[in-house]
């Protein structure tokens, strides 16, 4: 079932997270969380968790991660990006050869960025978009 962050549910630029790691999750959320204006609404570890979860609660953006416990951010990308076009899509991977990067950006996705050395790139992308929609 996805999970959602307690608290304050309005204002600001709706994350939804999707990683299959607790470390990387706990990570990420931290790290997004002190962007003024952005907040995590939700997070899922699979596919099939996340599809319908995003679906629903309509964020303004989703960090993806490539391998999932359940399929793939392809997957999500696929079945998300056509029928949510208002929502921007980034991948973050362990995974960023040059092939994943070009599938990711071919389904949507806004940026491709590896996980052991663009991780504080997110951040600096998400908060240019908090900005951007306050």
Same mark, same amino acid.
């Given at each position: 079932?996805?999970?959602?962050? %307690?608290?304050?549910?309005?204002?600001?630029?709706?994350?939804?997270?999707? *990683?299959?790691?607790?470390?990387?999750?706990?990570?990420?959320?931290?790290?997004?969380? *002190?962007?003024?204006?952005?907040?995590?609404?939700?997070?899922?570890?699979?596919?099939?968790?996340?599809?319908?979860?995003?679906?629903? *609660?309509? %964020?303004?953006?989703?960090?993806?991660?490539?391998?999932?416990?359940?399929?793939?951010?392809?997957?999500?990308?696929?079945?998300?990006?056509?029928?949510?076009p208002q929502?921007?899509?980034?991948?973050?991977?362990?995974?960023?050869?040059?092939?994943?990067?070009?599938?990711?950006?071919?389904?949507?996705?806004?940026?491709?960025?590896?996980?052991?050395?663009?991780?504080?790139?997110?951040?600096?992308?998400?908060?240019?978009?908090?900005?951007?929609?306050?």
């Amino acid at each position: 079932m996805p999970r959602r962050r %307690p608290g304050r549910q309005t204002g600001g630029m709706k994350i939804y997270l999707v *990683e299959d790691s607790p470390l990387v999750l706990e990570r990420l959320k931290g790290m997004l969380e *002190e962007i003024p204006g952005a907040r995590v609404v939700g997070h899922a570890a699979s596919a099939d968790e996340a599809i319908p979860a995003i679906y629903a *609660e309509r %964020p303004d953006f989703v960090v993806l991660d490539l391998r999932l416990a359940q399929g793939t951010g392809f997957d999500v990308l696929r079945a998300l990006q056509p029928c949510l076009p208002q929502t921007e899509f980034c991948m973050l991977s362990n995974f960023a050869s040059e092939p994943y990067r070009k599938a990711a950006l071919g389904l949507g996705a806004i940026d491709f960025f590896d996980k052991t050395r663009d991780f504080d790139r997110v951040r600096d992308l998400v908060a240019t978009r908090a900005a951007a929609h306050a």
